[in-house]
């Protein structure tokens, strides 16, 4: 299978809606740390080569393309908190990080593409939603790569404070090694209480 391009971007330009932006969020499965998500407005003449799935690209190919995208695109990044996920759900937390993304870019986007099934309640413009649309638009693939790298940088240096959990390699995902420390040294404030396994450890230390 070919990887992304550019085609979701130039059908929406033909119908005049010329600035198109790509929508993509990062960590709705792990056990801590915040859901983080994208919004990147690419320059059509100068788009990076390489874009991608981050999942599917080595991780100096993502950092370089990262470094790339900073330098020619429109590019926003915000986050919803942990309490946010326990107080509203891991859905509505990643769409609610999606609309802040959308909001802190710096051009006013004509037009959406978003990653999944769902457009976000809070996003009203013109927008569609493309399933695996990380490995078939190119602006959705540079969302995935900027919201992971900073996603990455934020349990890294959480894992600077909160030693033993492995964030630095797990990203907070339940990992064999993260799960077992949950075990020994307990429930951390970064750590997402809805989820079962850390209500499960919470609920049998009372």
């Not at 990076?48 to 599917?56: A, H, R, T």
């Amino acid at each position: 299978m070919l990887g992304p391009d550019y085609s979701f971007e130039r059908a929406a330009q033909a119908r005049g809606l010329s600035l198109v932006a790509g929508v993509d969020e990062v960590g709705r499965g792990p056990l801590a740390g915040p859901v983080t998500a994208a919004a990147v407005i690419l320059d059509p003449a100068h788009i990076p080569e390489g874009l991608n799935d981050s999942k599917k690209l080595s991780a100096k190919k993502r950092q370089a393309l990262h470094d790339a995208l900073l330098l020619c695109a429109d590019v926003s990044i915000a986050h919803a908190s942990v309490e946010e996920i326990d107080d509203l759900n891991i859905l509505r937390a990643s769409h609610l990080a999606m609309e802040r993304a959308v909001a802190g870019l710096k051009q006013r986007p004509d037009h959406l593409l978003i990653d999944g099934n769902m457009i976000p309640r809070g996003l009203t413009g013109s927008s569609e939603a493309i399933v695996k649309g990380d490995s078939r638009s190119v602006s959705i693939s540079a969302a995935s790569i900027v919201a992971k790298i900073c996603r990455d940088y934020v349990m890294w240096d959480l894992a600077q404070h909160y030693p033993g959990y492995g964030w630095e390699t797990n990203a907070g995902y339940p990992s064999k090694s993260h799960k077992s420390a949950l075990e020994k040294l307990g429930v951390t404030p970064h750590h997402r209480r809805s989820f079962k396994p850390v209500h499960n450890i919470l609920y049998q230390e009372k």
